[in-house]
């Protein structure tokens, strides 16, 4: 049984349903923010799966804090106290030194190879 709002459901079920919805809909543009953040890393890696499949020809907006979340996409635009700092290709970002991005990628890397998530 789903109560008003669906405030019986957990935060991660609430977002799958809203993905689901969007995947019904066929929306022509997608705008995630931190549609993942309440799932697991291993349920976030098939929703992205799913998400780069489905939406392909799709325009997706993505805000998201897990860098795996956006390491394939076609740009990346990093932000810091709500200003654009860089707006680019991913690995373009990784190749500049001194990169916000590049750092905020090898910070995450350095963090989750220490087993800290």
């Known amino acids: 049984i789903v109560v008003e709002d669906g405030s019986n459901w957990s935060m991660g079920q609430r977002q799958l349903f809203c993905l689901g919805r969007a995947l019904l809909r066929r ?6 923010d931190e549609a993942t953040a309440s799932i697991d890393n291993a349920t976030d890696a098939i ?5 780069r499949t489905e939406f ?15 390491m394939d996409c076609d740009m990346v635009l ?3 106290d709500g200003r654009v700092v860089e707006y680019d290709k991913p690995i373009k970002l990784m190749e ?6 590049r750092n905020l990628v090898n910070e995450y890397w350095s963090y989750t190879s220490n087993g800290n998530i």
């Open 96 to 101: 500049t030194e001194g990169s916000l991005f």
């Open 47 to 51: 929703l992205q799966k799913t998400i």
């Open 78 to 80: 990093a932000m810091s």
């Open 27 to 32: 929306c022509r543009i997608l705008v995630l």
């Open 56 to 70: 392909k020809y799709c325009t997706v907006i993505t805000v998201a804090h897990r860098i795996p979340t956006v």
